[in-house]
Nanobody, 117 residues
Framework: QVQLVEYGGGSVQAGESLRLSCGAT????????MGWYRQAPGKERELVATITNSKRTNYLDSVKGRFTVSSNREMVYLQMNDLKPEDTAVYYCNAVAPTTNGPQDYWGQGTQVTVSS
């Protein structure tokens, strides 16, 4: 089992920055991928950014050039610059670990990010 806790959400004006952090505990050594998803009201959860153990990253097109994901063994971060109102959502930390039954997803409790124009 892996437990995830997010920090750093809040309310900002458009153009400002926020940094989200996520701490992982438990069987962290099994994790092969960590990242961030978000869910806006009335919309499906979407991938924002991921990073592998080898530091390979992947981003949602609309955040490329504005958001940066980084990690160490127990933490994953999301630096969000030039925030836009459409970035408003609950942001969830995610970790993936392989099991004999296939990949297992772990989720944090979510942190609210609100961007006003």
């Amino acid at each position: 089992q892996v437990q995830l806790v997010e920090y750093g959400g809040g309310s900002v004006q458009a153009g400002e920055s926020l940094r989200l952090s996520c701490g992982a505990t438990g069987r962290v050594f099994t994790v092969i991928l960590m990242g961030w998803y978000r869910q806006a009201p009335g919309k499906e959860r979407e991938l924002v950014a991921t990073i592998t153990n080898s530091k390979r990253t992947n981003y949602l097109d609309s955040v490329k050039g504005r958001f940066t994901v980084s990690s160490n063994r127990e933490m994953v971060y999301l630096q969000m610059n030039d925030l836009k109102p459409e970035d408003t959502a609950v942001y969830y930390c995610n970790a993936v670990a392989p099991t004999t039954n296939g990949p297992q997803d772990y989720w944090g409790q979510g942190t609210q990010v609100t961007v006003s124009s």
